[in-house]
């Protein structure tokens, strides 16, 4: 695959993907087939009675649904360095490290080659129908992109994020460059040990070739979000290294210094440029196009967790437009975004029949399921990739070729439509609920659309939330949400009560306001956090061995995330508890 990219194709890119979701169903038989014929002599396989089938039916019914925690044994193996073929046919000897958002510790899931292969036939094909609409001619990204250490387990295994095992795959320059998206910053940014100075140096490399700068992207639009509130920190001493060609002396990675020496040229003309323009800004409004006259588009992921950084996110880019890329997890990829025209909020991913086998469990049975009082017996019955029905809900089921067998991945998406055979989906939400008491059920996006409908009241003073999150605090009767704010200025006491008040009222679940009326879930209690709290949570997770590129902020934090709790609660300034329903 790797031979190939250099002759990148967008018409070809397109015909392909017509060709497999045209007929999804026959693809995805073969995938199965491929994945299993693959791994036939893997012990997991081999234990449950396969015995080198490789039909669907055969599949289902030998082989059960697991989640990671099922898996975790054969995993560990590995990790200690198990060697012979427990999970796959081959040996696994990397380790991809989940971002950890759901449970506050990372998760380990294994990866290979193939899964690498996935990743780039899911960047090649939602880049030919971008490139279609936003056409790049040779230009450059800036991306905001950062490498975190690989390191070997006490086996011998090597692990990292995700996104590290992509960076460092030798085939990643080569698949940006083969589609005209070479980055901005040299290797030695992208894989330094020191994100601040990774991140300050992106920003440079972008000034320095602001005309060449075509895209700017990074995997999350919370990463792009950050650069730019860091750029309004830095910008006068980023004008001064351009002005003097000499860098910041707060950047003291050797490697990176040797590296940006070479870019780096005294040019006062560029930095009188650059200061002008940022001193004509209105409050940072349409800071990207400014100072990169030709940007097509701004990129990343922009669904689920992120959604709440889109208003930041337009505010910096002006009239371009954003373009929410692909959907995927630590585990795999899932789907494409062959709509690059669609604002984020109504993006939609077109499952590719070939990258893995995928499975969806009905919503509505799961629901019947736990209502049941022999649930603990039953199973549930999911569905085939062009089996699900437009306007139902649910749960994916994924096996890939890196040693995931019918996995629960823990999202729950809607059809939307279909093109041609294949679903096109938009996530939902993770399928546990977010926030829970008695009978209330309130989920990530409940949560941002009240957190978003308060707000409304800080930006009359013209404030933002920069960051937020959630907890359920049990620890006296009855027991309440607690919402943690981060918040770019100071508000009023009558402003902040409003937004407390505002927030309890915005949890429009039936379940949520019964319970309160009768007093079965205390007061909402909004707790401001001093500025800076949450980069601190950043900071504490990148010393656990997370990336930037990908760190999500968890929008609830469970009890057994004892340490950003504790961080939360430190840098509370003000809390207010809500007289909604006195």
């Known amino acids: 695959m790797l031979e190939k990219v250099e002759e990148?194709?967008?018409?070809?890119?397109?015909?392909?993907?017509?060709?497999?979701?045209?007929d999804a169903e026959r693809i995805q038989r073969e995938t199965l087939k491929r994945i299993l014929e693959d791994n036939a002599s893997a012990e997991?396989?081999?234990?449950?009675g396969l015995n080198g089938r490789t039909d669907p039916e055969s599949f289902k019914a030998f082989v059960p649904l697991v989640t990671h925690k099922d898996l975790e044994p054969y995993i560990n193996r590995i990790i200690d360095g198990d060697f012979s073929s427990v999970l796959t046919g081959k040996p696994i000897t990397t380790m991809s490290l989940s971002s950890g958002t759901t449970q506050g510790k990372p998760k380990y899931v294994p990866w290979n080659d193939e899964l690498f292969d996935t990743t780039l036939q899911i960047y090649h094909t939602s880049f030919a129908f971008r490139n279609r609409v936003f056409p790049i001619n040779n230009g450059k990204a800036l991306g905001f992109i950062y490498s975190s250490k690989q390191f070997k387990t006490k086996g011998g295994v090597l692990a990292g994020t995700a996104t590290t095992n992509v960076f460092r795959n030798p085939g990643f320059q080569h698949a940006m460059k083969a589609i005209q998206s070479p980055l901005c910053s040299p290797d030695e940014v992208i894989f330094g040990p020191d994100f601040h100075q990774s991140l300050y140096c992106h920003l440079l490399c972008g000034l320095i070739f602001r005309e060449e700068v075509q895209l700017v992207s990074s995997i999350f639009a919370h990463s792009i979000v950050y650069a730019f509130r860091t750029f309004e920190q830095v910008w006068e001493e980023l004008c001064v290294d351009i002005k003097e060609g000499v860098l910041n002396s707060k950047v003291t990675v050797p490697s990176i210094r040797e590296a940006m020496s070479k870019l780096l040229k005294p040019d006062p003309e560029l930095a009188n440029l650059i200061h002008n323009k940022c001193m004509g800004l209105s409050n940072w409004y349409g800071l990207i196009p400014e100072l990169f006259p030709n940007v097509k588009?701004?990129?990343?992921?922009?669904?689920?967790?992120?959604?709440?950084?889109?208003?930041?996110?337009?505010h910096y880019a002006g009239e371009l437009p954003l373009l929410t890329s692909d959907y995927g997890s630590s585990e795999g990829w899932i789907g494409t975004n062959v709509k690059p025209t669609v604002p984020p909020e109504l993006a939609t991913y077109t499952v590719l029949?070939?990258?893995?086998?995928?499975?969806?469990?009905?919503l509505r049975e799961l629901e019947e399921i736990k209502g049941d009082a022999s649930f603990l017996c039953m199973e549930p019955k999911p569905v085939g990739l062009t089996e699900v029905k437009v306007g139902e809900?649910?749960?994916?089921?994924?096996?890939?070729?890196?040693?995931?067998?019918?996995?629960?991945?823990?999202?729950?998406?809607?059809?939307?439509?279909?093109h041609n055979s294949a679903p096109e989906i938009k996530f939902?939400?993770?399928?546990?609920?977010?926030?829970?008491?008695n009978?209330?059920?309130?989920?990530?996006?409940?949560?941002?659309?009240?957190?978003?409908?308060?707000?409304?009241l800080l930006a009359e003073e013209k404030l933002e939330v920069v960051d937020y999150t959630s907890h359920i605090d049990l620890s006296k009767e009855p027991g309440h949400y607690v919402i943690f704010w981060e918040i770019s200025g100071e508000a009023s006491e009558e402003v902040l009560g409003g937004c407390c008040n505002c927030l309890d009222k915005s949890f429009v679940d039936a379940g949520y306001t019964s319970s309160r009326k009768v007093n079965c879930i205390g007061a909402l209690e909004l707790r401001v956090v001093r500025r800076g709290t949450f980069q601190k949570i950043l900071e504490h997770s990148l010393a656990l061995g997370a990336a930037v590129s990908q760190f999500k902020t968890s929008r609830c934090v469970g009890p057994t995330n004892t340490k950003v709790l504790q961080i939360l609660n430190e840098n509370v300034v003000k809390n207010y508890l809500s007289t909604a329903f006195n």
């Open 297 to 314: 588009y701004v990129h990343g992921i922009m669904t689920g967790s992120m959604e709440p950084y889109l208003r930041k996110l337009r």
């Open 8 to 22: 990148f194709n967008t018409e070809r890119m397109m015909e392909e993907f017509e060709r497999v979701t045209k």
């Open 428 to 437: 939902v939400r993770r399928s546990n609920l977010l926030l829970s008491i």
């Open 44 to 48: 997991y396989l081999l234990n449950l």
């Open 353 to 362: 029949p070939q990258i893995g086998y995928f499975e969806f469990i009905p």
């Open 439 to 456: 009978i209330d059920k309130n989920t990530e996006k409940d949560l941002q659309l009240a957190v978003e409908s308060a707000s409304q």
């Open 393 to 418: 809900e649910y749960e994916i089921v994924i096996t890939n070729p890196a040693g995931l067998y019918r996995y629960r991945l823990g999202d729950v998406v809607k059809v939307m439509g279909f």
